[in-house]
Protein backbone atom coordinates (compact mmCIF):
# COMPACT_ATOMS: atom_id res chain seq x y z
CA UNK A 1 0.00 0.00 0.00
CA UNK A 2 1.54 2.98 -1.15
CA UNK A 3 -0.35 5.84 0.22
CA UNK A 4 0.44 9.37 -0.69
CA UNK A 5 3.05 9.44 -3.56
CA UNK A 6 4.69 13.04 -4.78
CA UNK A 7 7.13 13.76 -7.50
CA UNK A 8 9.37 15.18 -8.09
CA UNK A 9 10.90 15.06 -4.69
CA UNK A 10 13.04 18.19 -5.40
CA UNK A 11 12.73 20.88 -8.19
CA UNK A 12 14.75 23.82 -8.84
CA UNK A 13 13.10 26.61 -10.84
CA UNK A 14 14.09 30.09 -12.54
CA UNK A 15 11.59 32.91 -12.07
CA UNK A 16 8.97 32.95 -14.19
CA UNK A 17 9.00 28.86 -15.12
CA UNK A 18 5.76 26.81 -14.96
CA UNK A 19 5.64 22.99 -13.41
CA UNK A 20 3.01 20.71 -12.12
CA UNK A 21 3.55 18.97 -8.55
CA UNK A 22 2.24 15.57 -9.20
CA UNK A 23 0.13 13.98 -5.99
CA UNK A 24 -1.69 10.75 -6.21
CA UNK A 25 -2.91 8.60 -3.22
CA UNK A 26 -4.17 4.77 -3.42
CA UNK A 27 -6.41 4.74 -0.55
CA UNK A 28 -9.80 5.65 -2.19
CA UNK A 29 -10.20 8.94 -0.40
CA UNK A 30 -12.23 11.57 -1.23
CA UNK A 31 -10.55 14.52 -0.41
CA UNK A 32 -7.02 15.85 -0.90
CA UNK A 33 -5.38 18.48 -0.13
CA UNK A 34 -1.92 20.85 -0.85
CA UNK A 35 -0.07 22.50 1.94
CA UNK A 36 2.83 24.75 2.07
CA UNK A 37 5.24 24.29 4.65
CA UNK A 38 7.62 27.31 5.57
CA UNK A 39 10.65 27.51 8.18
CA UNK A 40 8.53 27.98 11.69
CA UNK A 41 5.22 28.83 9.69
CA UNK A 42 3.74 25.47 9.85
CA UNK A 43 1.72 24.06 7.28
CA UNK A 44 -0.60 26.65 4.99
CA UNK A 45 -3.83 24.89 3.15
CA UNK A 46 -3.45 26.23 -0.81
CA UNK A 47 -6.25 24.08 -2.06
CA UNK A 48 -8.38 21.25 -1.41
CA UNK A 49 -10.76 18.67 -3.05
CA UNK A 50 -14.23 16.91 -1.67
CA UNK A 51 -14.07 14.90 -4.92
CA UNK A 52 -13.77 14.18 -8.63
CA UNK A 53 -14.12 17.48 -10.20
CA UNK A 54 -14.77 19.66 -7.43
CA UNK A 55 -12.08 22.30 -5.95
CA UNK A 56 -11.92 25.08 -3.51
CA UNK A 57 -9.53 27.54 -2.31
CA UNK A 58 -7.37 27.35 0.93
CA UNK A 59 -5.83 29.71 2.74
CA UNK A 60 -3.10 30.47 0.36
CA UNK A 61 -3.94 30.05 -3.52
CA UNK A 62 -2.93 33.06 -5.40
CA UNK A 63 -0.28 31.57 -8.18
CA UNK A 64 -1.28 27.98 -7.90
CA UNK A 65 -4.30 26.32 -9.81
CA UNK A 66 -5.32 23.01 -9.60
CA UNK A 67 -7.81 20.15 -10.89
CA UNK A 68 -9.15 16.76 -10.01
CA UNK A 69 -10.22 14.76 -13.26
CA UNK A 70 -10.04 11.30 -11.26
CA UNK A 71 -10.26 10.42 -7.36
CA UNK A 72 -6.51 9.46 -7.17
CA UNK A 73 -4.78 12.47 -8.81
CA UNK A 74 -4.51 16.05 -7.66
CA UNK A 75 -2.05 18.26 -9.15
CA UNK A 76 -1.08 21.48 -8.69
CA UNK A 77 0.13 23.72 -10.89
CA UNK A 78 2.02 27.00 -10.59
CA UNK A 79 2.04 29.43 -13.64
CA UNK A 80 4.90 31.84 -13.48
CA UNK A 81 7.13 30.50 -10.68
CA UNK A 82 8.62 33.40 -8.43
CA UNK A 83 10.64 33.39 -5.23
CA UNK A 84 8.13 33.88 -2.76
CA UNK A 85 7.35 29.70 -3.63
CA UNK A 86 10.15 28.16 -2.78
CA UNK A 87 8.28 25.89 0.02
CA UNK A 88 8.36 22.07 0.94
CA UNK A 89 4.70 21.41 -1.02
CA UNK A 90 2.65 18.58 1.06
CA UNK A 91 -0.41 16.72 -0.65
CA UNK A 92 -2.63 15.10 1.71
CA UNK A 93 -5.84 13.17 1.88
CA UNK A 94 -8.68 11.80 3.85
CA UNK A 95 -11.60 9.57 3.76
CA UNK A 96 -15.31 11.18 3.83
CA UNK A 97 -16.20 10.99 7.71
CA UNK A 98 -13.07 10.95 9.17
CA UNK A 99 -10.97 13.73 10.67
CA UNK A 100 -6.91 12.30 10.31
CA UNK A 101 -5.28 13.38 6.82
CA UNK A 102 -2.65 11.16 5.65
CA UNK A 103 0.71 13.03 4.19
CA UNK A 104 2.67 12.26 1.32
CA UNK A 105 6.38 12.78 1.40
CA UNK A 106 7.07 16.19 0.07
CA UNK A 107 8.10 18.20 -2.75
CA UNK A 108 10.88 20.56 -2.29
CA UNK A 109 10.75 23.09 -4.40
CA UNK A 110 13.54 26.29 -5.02
CA UNK A 111 12.68 28.84 -7.30
CA UNK A 112 15.89 31.37 -8.03
CA UNK B 1 -4.43 36.54 17.12
CA UNK B 2 -3.52 33.08 15.42
CA UNK B 3 -6.33 30.62 15.70
CA UNK B 4 -3.62 27.90 17.36
CA UNK B 5 -0.83 28.95 19.25
CA UNK B 6 2.26 26.78 19.59
CA UNK B 7 5.47 27.53 21.51
CA UNK B 8 8.47 26.66 18.13
CA UNK B 9 10.92 25.23 20.43
CA UNK B 10 13.60 24.08 20.03
CA UNK B 11 12.93 22.13 23.41
CA UNK B 12 15.76 20.16 24.03
CA UNK B 13 16.01 17.21 27.38
CA UNK B 14 18.07 13.93 28.03
CA UNK B 15 16.63 10.79 27.52
CA UNK B 16 14.14 9.71 29.37
CA UNK B 17 12.78 12.84 30.46
CA UNK B 18 9.20 13.86 30.27
CA UNK B 19 7.90 15.77 27.38
CA UNK B 20 5.30 18.56 27.57
CA UNK B 21 3.85 19.76 24.37
CA UNK B 22 1.42 22.54 24.22
CA UNK B 23 -1.01 24.23 21.88
CA UNK B 24 -4.28 26.60 22.89
CA UNK B 25 -6.44 27.99 20.36
CA UNK B 26 -9.27 30.80 20.27
CA UNK B 27 -11.88 29.05 17.83
CA UNK B 28 -14.53 27.16 20.25
CA UNK B 29 -15.96 25.59 17.35
CA UNK B 30 -12.90 22.88 17.18
CA UNK B 31 -13.90 19.65 18.17
CA UNK B 32 -11.37 16.90 16.98
CA UNK B 33 -7.71 17.19 18.08
CA UNK B 34 -4.69 15.29 16.55
CA UNK B 35 -0.32 15.38 17.01
CA UNK B 36 1.67 14.99 13.90
CA UNK B 37 5.10 13.74 14.35
CA UNK B 38 7.32 14.82 11.39
CA UNK B 39 10.79 13.76 11.00
CA UNK B 40 12.87 15.88 9.48
CA UNK B 41 12.92 16.00 5.68
CA UNK B 42 9.63 14.02 5.75
CA UNK B 43 5.94 14.18 5.81
CA UNK B 44 3.64 14.46 8.74
CA UNK B 45 2.54 11.14 10.24
CA UNK B 46 -0.67 11.13 12.30
CA UNK B 47 0.24 10.16 16.45
CA UNK B 48 -2.63 10.89 18.12
CA UNK B 49 -6.52 11.81 18.04
CA UNK B 50 -9.41 12.52 20.24
CA UNK B 51 -12.55 14.43 20.30
CA UNK B 52 -13.55 14.59 24.10
CA UNK B 53 -12.04 16.24 26.65
CA UNK B 54 -9.61 14.61 28.99
CA UNK B 55 -6.73 12.06 28.52
CA UNK B 56 -6.15 9.48 25.83
CA UNK B 57 -3.08 7.20 26.63
CA UNK B 58 -0.79 5.38 23.34
CA UNK B 59 2.35 3.56 24.98
CA UNK B 60 4.54 6.33 26.12
CA UNK B 61 2.26 9.18 24.48
CA UNK B 62 -0.85 10.40 26.50
CA UNK B 63 -2.85 13.29 24.65
CA UNK B 64 -4.86 15.90 26.32
CA UNK B 65 -7.55 18.36 26.04
CA UNK B 66 -9.25 20.94 28.11
CA UNK B 67 -12.20 22.33 26.21
CA UNK B 68 -13.04 24.69 29.01
CA UNK B 69 -9.25 26.32 28.68
CA UNK B 70 -8.73 25.80 25.42
CA UNK B 71 -5.61 23.56 25.64
CA UNK B 72 -4.47 20.64 24.64
CA UNK B 73 -1.02 18.84 25.23
CA UNK B 74 1.14 15.95 24.19
CA UNK B 75 2.76 14.13 26.74
CA UNK B 76 5.93 11.65 25.95
CA UNK B 77 7.04 9.60 28.84
CA UNK B 78 10.59 7.53 28.85
CA UNK B 79 11.69 10.16 25.80
CA UNK B 80 13.93 8.00 23.27
CA UNK B 81 16.46 10.12 20.81
CA UNK B 82 13.75 8.38 18.14
CA UNK B 83 11.20 11.06 19.48
CA UNK B 84 13.53 13.85 18.23
CA UNK B 85 11.34 15.24 15.61
CA UNK B 86 8.67 18.42 14.94
CA UNK B 87 5.88 17.94 16.26
CA UNK B 88 2.69 19.65 15.34
CA UNK B 89 -1.01 20.24 16.51
CA UNK B 90 -4.03 20.47 14.52
CA UNK B 91 -7.12 20.73 15.08
CA UNK B 92 -10.50 20.62 13.21
CA UNK B 93 -14.67 21.82 13.72
CA UNK B 94 -17.29 20.10 12.28
CA UNK B 95 -18.42 23.00 10.18
CA UNK B 96 -14.71 23.73 8.51
CA UNK B 97 -14.87 21.88 5.26
CA UNK B 98 -13.06 19.40 6.06
CA UNK B 99 -9.95 21.29 6.58
CA UNK B 100 -7.03 21.51 9.44
CA UNK B 101 -6.07 24.41 11.50
CA UNK B 102 -2.34 23.32 11.93
CA UNK B 103 -0.37 24.94 15.02
CA UNK B 104 3.29 26.20 13.80
CA UNK B 105 5.05 22.97 14.89
CA UNK B 106 7.33 22.15 17.88
CA UNK B 107 11.30 21.28 17.20
CA UNK B 108 12.03 18.45 20.04
CA UNK B 109 15.40 17.00 20.64
CA UNK B 110 16.01 14.28 23.03
CA UNK B 111 19.82 13.69 23.30
CA UNK B 112 22.09 10.65 24.97
Known amino acids: NAGVTQTPKFRILKIGQSMTLQCTQD?????MYWYRQDPGMGLKLIYY???????DKGEVPNGYNVSRSTTEDFPLRLELAAPSQTSVYFC???????????FGPGTRLTVL | QKEVEQDPGPLSVPEGAIVSLNCTYS??????FMWYRQYSRKGPELLMYTYSSGNKEDGRFTAQVDKSSKYISLFIRDSQPSDSATYLC????????????FGTGTQLKVEL
Open chain 2, 27 to 32: NSAFQY
Open chain 1, 27 to 31: MNHNY
Open chain 2, 90 to 101: AMSDPGGGNKLT
Open chain 1, 49 to 55: SVGAGIT
Open chain 1, 92 to 102: ASKAGGADTQY
